[in-house]
């Protein structure tokens, strides 16, 4: 039986790129499995967007007993990233005066959430992580997390994600954006304090977000022109879902957050303008894995990242109808190509 506990960390002094000094970042975790003696097992798994620590959940056909990322032989961690809301200081978490810190709350990017995880790597006291691991979001941290420290990352595999986000990916997470923010109930990220949450908001950014993770064929595949109701078409009411089950467990101002970290990924600032360069530093064993119908990172951009990464690079195109949430979705593709790399 694997082993699985959940734990916060508190890591003082830690400073944002936009320059914010924390007193005191929790930082939330779960890990699933044993650290050996020598603790040279342990792997990193980075969530997305929307994701949490419980990647045995989320990404069940991938991570655990007897999965590519098998949690009986690998001790596996998954942090919630910074700025989220599930554990790690986030909007909602309280800041000196008791209330929420809500606009007061810094912009955060994924190179700040990757330094975070070294801190955390740190206390854990794991010299190299045997790989780190991540998709869309989770693969853009995994990106950064390696380029921080290659010395701790043996192995880095990136699935769906690219070095940097182009002006299609700006658009349509200004659009989810921009959602929340015009909301009357986001109140400039200070809801919670006054009590209200701008569930509309969120919803209508998850719709939109949903467009862009699946493909367009494998939404007409599915719902075609079929009516639920009258005037009411079966793909209204299944975006109407997605909408209501992330608005019971997620924060819009989080969401805002993240998106905008995401938006603004981009591994060459500070680095250099030229791309192969800002990844010189890169972990030198990746795993590159793209999905061939995603609309949201097409497998030429991510492909593109895979060309310019430096020592073994293995590139991949999953085959799938579904799109970006292919990641997700073809757990046995997936896992065929962590699989071949974790031995290697």
Known sequence: MTTQSTSVESILGFTTDSGHTFGTVEIAYETFGTLNADRSNAILVEHALTGDTRATDWWSGVVGPGRA???N????VCANALGGCSGTTGPQSAFGDGLPYGSRFPAVTIRDMARLEHNLTQIL???TWHAVIGGSMGGARALEFGLLD????????IIAAPAFSEADQIAWAMTQERAIELDPDYCGGDYAAIGRFPAAGLGLARQIAHLTYRNDADLNERFSRRLRSAGYYEVSSYLDHQAKKLTARFDPHSYVLLSKALRDHDVRTGRSADLRTALAQACTDSLVVSVSSDRLYPPAQVE?????LPGRVDYRVIDSPVGHDGFLT???AVSAALRDFLTA
Not at 73 to 76: D, G, I, L, T
Not at 150 to 157: D, L
Not at 304 to 308: G, I, K, M, P
């Open 125 to 127: 006291g794991i010299e």
């Open 69 to 71: 990322v098998d949690t």
């Open 73 to 76: 032989e690998y001790f596996v």
């Open 304 to 308: 593109q990242l895979a060309r310019h």
């Open 330 to 332: 073809e757990a046995a």
């Open 150 to 157: 290659a010395r701790k990352t043996a192995k880095c595999a």
